[in-house]
């Protein structure tokens, strides 16, 4: 609870000191965007993983999508969609959810290349990610057994920004009406398919343009506005 009291950069960098060589200290070592730019301004990485459970210390990434948000623009030349080499069997319950099958996994690359890759891209950017804590602890998972150290990142929840709106008006949901699926509705967004680590990325990204369209304005809509508090 205590290092929630210093600012993420200051925790980046005494991170970044302890970290073994590789490329989660060469990620920790670029700066953090500053709470107080624009939103409408800064670099985002839209991201969304495809996994065997909801435990990052127990189950495996399937697969990762991502695609770039430069400032109010999403940028598809960026997008990227990876599976991930499994060592066991994805469990039945899992593969009906994503439609990954083991064969298809078989194809995958290492969780380390895929990782290798990853990180640069995040560097200096704030993650978007719906129910960003899913995708924040498997990452760490993966920083902690590939790296032996912890993953940072200033971060913008959308199903969490959604979440605030709603308390700010005393507005009465249900936690269905948080759904990325459901949001997008509210904001007029076309229908995805859903469990598509790209697809869903890419659904997160534009779900936030249209968040960040409706504070719009005259005036600043600086980057605190939006962070998840980690």
Same mark, same amino acid.
């Given at each position: 609870?205590?290092?929630?009291?210093?600012?993420? @950069?200051?925790?980046?960098?005494?991170?970044? +000191?302890?970290?073994?060589?590789?490329?989660?200290?060469?990620?920790?070592?670029?700066?953090?965007?500053?709470?107080?730019?624009?939103?409408?301004?800064?670099?985002?990485? +839209?991201?969304?993983?495809?996994?065997?459970?909801?435990?990052?210390? %127990?189950?495996?990434?399937?697969?990762?999508?991502? !695609?770039? !948000? %430069?400032? %109010?623009?999403?940028?598809?030349?960026?997008?990227?969609?990876?599976?991930?080499?499994? /060592?066991?069997?994805?469990?039945?319950?899992?593969?009906?959810?994503?439609?990954?099958?083991? @064969?298809?996994?078989?194809?995958?690359?290492?969780?380390?290349?895929?990782?290798?890759?990853?990180?640069?891209?995040?560097?200096?950017?704030?993650?978007?990610?719906?129910?960003?804590? !899913?995708?924040?602890?498997?990452?760490? *998972?993966?920083?902690?057994?590939?790296?032996?150290?912890?993953?940072?990142?200033?971060?913008?929840?959308? /199903?969490?920004? *959604?979440? /605030?709106?709603?308390?700010?008006? %005393?507005? !009465?949901?249900?936690?269905?009406?948080?759904?990325?699926?459901?949001?997008?509705?509210?904001?007029?967004?076309?229908?995805?398919?859903?469990?598509?680590?790209?697809?869903?990325?890419?659904?997160?990204?534009?779900?936030?343009?249209?968040?960040?369209?409706?504070? @719009?304005?005259?005036?600043?809509?600086?980057?605190?506005?939006?962070?998840?508090?980690?």
């Amino acid at each position: 609870m205590l290092e929630r009291l210093f600012s993420l @950069d200051y925790r980046r960098r005494r991170l970044a +000191a302890k970290t073994p060589p590789g490329p989660l200290r060469d990620y920790l070592e670029v700066p953090f965007v500053s709470r107080r730019a624009d939103s409408r301004r800064v670099q985002c990485l +839209a991201l969304d993983l495809e996994t065997t459970g909801l435990d990052p210390k %127990n189950d495996a990434i399937i697969s990762f999508g991502w !695609v770039a !948000v %430069n400032g %109010n623009r999403i940028d598809l030349a960026t997008a990227q969609h990876r599976l991930v080499h499994q /060592q066991q069997a994805i469990p039945e319950a899992s593969a009906v959810i994503h439609q990954i099958t083991d @064969d298809a996994a078989a194809q995958g690359e290492s969780l380390a290349a895929v990782m290798a890759d990853l990180l640069p891209l995040l560097a200096g950017k704030v993650l978007i990610a719906h129910h960003a804590r !899913v995708e924040l602890g498997f990452i760490n *998972s993966a920083c902690e057994r590939l790296y032996g150290g912890r993953f940072l990142i200033p971060t913008i929840d959308t /199903q969490r920004v *959604s979440q /605030q709106w709603f308390e700010r008006r %005393n507005q !009465v949901y249900r936690p269905g009406e948080l759904r990325l699926g459901t949001l997008r509705n509210r904001y007029n967004l076309p229908r995805y398919r859903a469990h598509d680590a790209l697809v869903d990325a890419l659904a997160a990204a534009e779900l936030y343009l249209a968040q960040l369209a409706e504070r @719009d304005g005259n005036h600043p809509l600086p980057l605190r506005d939006f962070l998840l508090r980690l």
